[in-house]
């Protein structure tokens, strides 16, 4: 459920409430660079708290996130972005958390609550149509760009071409890495012979790529999307399904791409994760900030064309399962408030 509401009646709502409950408060925030939901989103949240009178946020962009959800966890920050992969890691003391060791890393761990959801990318194929490439079935021997050296999107790529096409990088393809910085130069200049990367719906790498040339783009066949294998890797912790209306994907890509799939729907994989705080950040202030952010929902999916994407209305996207944090109690029944269903399982 959504309501749409304009953000001078949030201003003038939310600054009548929360003048009563609690002074405007400076915060400091942390993302990644502008490009992509994980900065859209702390970006809208700056703007509408602003509005609402609620609190004056200091936004740092640009930052390394493993480093951002742990400043969080041991109170140096009092919002980050997170994949929610990295709470689950740092749970666990592994990973890039790997120094802190299982004691100290779950003692973080269980600083960190959640106050809104978004979708970092979602995986699919994609090829210019120079290259011939059939689909999914046509992989084996192969160039596939899929991701930077190291990561967590090299391991989900991994893992969906195995899946999906039964190969193995150094087996049945020869995979292809760099960095973030560089991967739009590579795969524009031509060198792989497909891609599989996590992208929206557009992100400016695919808007560059097709400047250089038109370009298909794969859905996940269904049978595979359905199978118990996609299945057990979807409940995974950072992961979920992603499935689309296929017209609704084309319309946002524009006219150099094309989208292949067995009927008119697009499926995929997401990396996903949200927004976090301490546990201890005061119930009212976490309940201004979010209750200003989910009133102005409409408002956010109109700032970028991949917004209607991302999952940014689907609080329980990612939610439960192995992942060790929830929503904060402030986080909860604002979102509950504005008539969003949240499990139990999500809240404390």
Same mark, same amino acid.
Not at 39 to 52: D, G, I, R, T
Not at 203 to 222: D, E, Y
Not at 228 to 248: H, I, Q, R
């Given at each position: 459920?959504?309501?749409?509401?304009?953000?001078?009646?949030v201003?003038?709502?939310? /600054?009548l409430?929360a003048?009563?409950?609690?002074?405007?408060?400076n915060?400091?925030a942390?993302?990644?660079?502008p490009?992509?939901?994980?900065? =859209?989103?702390?970006?809208?949240?700056?703007?509408?708290?602003?509005?609402?009178?609620?609190?004056?946020?200091q936004?740092?962009?640009?930052?390394?996130? /493993?480093n951002?959800?742990?400043?969080?966890a041991?109170?140096?920050?009092?919002?980050a972005?997170?994949?929610?992969?990295?709470?689950?890691?740092?749970?666990r003391?592994?990973?890039?958390?790997?120094?802190?060791?299982? @004691?100290? #890393?779950?003692?973080?761990?269980?600083?960190?609550?959640?106050?809104?959801?978004?979708?970092?990318?979602?995986?699919?194929?994609?090829?210019?149509d120079?290259? #011939?490439?059939?689909g999914w079935d046509?992989l084996e021997g192969?160039?596939?760009?899929?991701?930077p050296?190291r #990561?967590?999107?090299?391991n989900?790529?991994?893992?969906?071409?195995?899946?999906?096409?039964?190969?193995?990088e150094?087996?049945?393809?020869e995979?292809?890495?760099?960095?973030?910085?560089q991967?739009?130069?590579?795969? /524009?200049?031509g060198?792989?012979?497909a891609v599989?990367?996590?992208? =929206?719906?557009?992100?400016g790498?695919?808007?560059?790529?097709?400047?250089?040339?038109?370009v298909?783009?794969?859905?996940?066949p269904?049978e595979?999307?359905?199978?118990?294998?996609?299945?057990?890797y979807?409940?995974?912790?950072?992961?979920?399904?992603?499935?689309?209306?296929?017209?609704?994907? @084309?319309?946002?890509?524009? @006219?150099?791409?094309?989208?292949?799939?067995?009927?008119?729907?697009?499926?995929? =994989?997401?990396?996903?994760?949200?927004?976090?705080?301490?546990?201890?950040?005061?119930?009212?202030?976490?309940y201004?900030?979010?209750?200003?952010?989910v009133?102005?929902?409409e408002? =956010?999916?109109?700032k970028a064309?991949?917004a209607n994407s991302?999952?940014?209305?689907?609080p329980?996207?990612?939610?439960?399962g192995?992942?060790?944090?929830?929503?904060?109690?402030?986080a909860?029944?604002?979102?509950?408030?504005?008539?969003? @269903?949240?499990?139990?399982?999500?809240?404390?």
């Amino acid at each position: 459920m959504t309501k749409r509401f304009s953000m001078a009646a949030v201003a003038a709502a939310a /600054t009548l409430s929360a003048s009563a409950a609690l002074a405007q408060v400076n915060l400091s925030a942390e993302t990644a660079s502008p490009g992509g939901a994980v900065h =859209l989103a702390p970006s809208h949240l700056v703007e509408v708290a602003s509005l609402a009178g609620v609190a004056n946020i200091q936004l740092t962009d640009g930052q390394t996130l /493993t480093n951002s959800v742990q400043n969080v966890a041991e109170g140096k920050t009092d919002i980050a972005s997170a994949p929610y992969i990295l709470p689950f890691l740092m749970s666990r003391g592994v990973g890039p958390y790997g120094k802190l060791g299982k @004691e100290k #890393g779950a003692e973080l761990a269980a600083n960190i609550r959640a106050i809104y959801p978004y979708t970092l990318g979602i995986f699919f194929l994609m090829a210019y149509d120079a290259k #011939g490439i059939s689909g999914w079935d046509g992989l084996e021997g192969k160039k596939i760009f899929n991701g930077p050296p190291r #990561g967590a999107a090299l391991n989900n790529a991994r893992a969906i071409i195995q899946i999906v096409a039964g190969l193995k990088e150094g087996e049945g393809y020869e995979g292809l890495q760099s960095n973030w910085g560089q991967a739009s130069q590579i795969i /524009t200049g031509g060198e792989p012979d497909a891609v599989v990367l996590p992208e =929206l719906f557009p992100s400016g790498r695919v808007t560059q790529m097709a400047a250089a040339g038109n370009v298909t783009g794969w859905s996940m066949p269904k049978e595979v999307f359905e199978g118990e294998a996609m299945k057990k890797y979807f409940a995974a912790t950072g992961n979920a399904p992603v499935d689309l209306p296929l017209a609704e994907v @084309e319309a946002a890509m524009g @006219e150099a791409w094309t989208f292949v799939s067995e009927d008119d729907r697009f499926r995929g =994989l997401a990396t996903v994760g949200g927004d976090i705080v301490h546990k201890d950040m005061d119930e009212e202030l976490v309940y201004q900030l979010v209750k200003s952010y989910v009133a102005t929902l409409e408002d =956010l999916k109109s700032k970028a064309p991949f917004a209607n994407s991302v999952a940014f209305d689907n609080p329980m996207q990612g939610m439960c399962g192995n992942n060790p944090i929830v929503f904060h109690k402030g986080a909860a029944r604002a979102w509950e408030e504005a008539g969003y @269903e949240l499990d139990d399982c999500a809240k404390e």
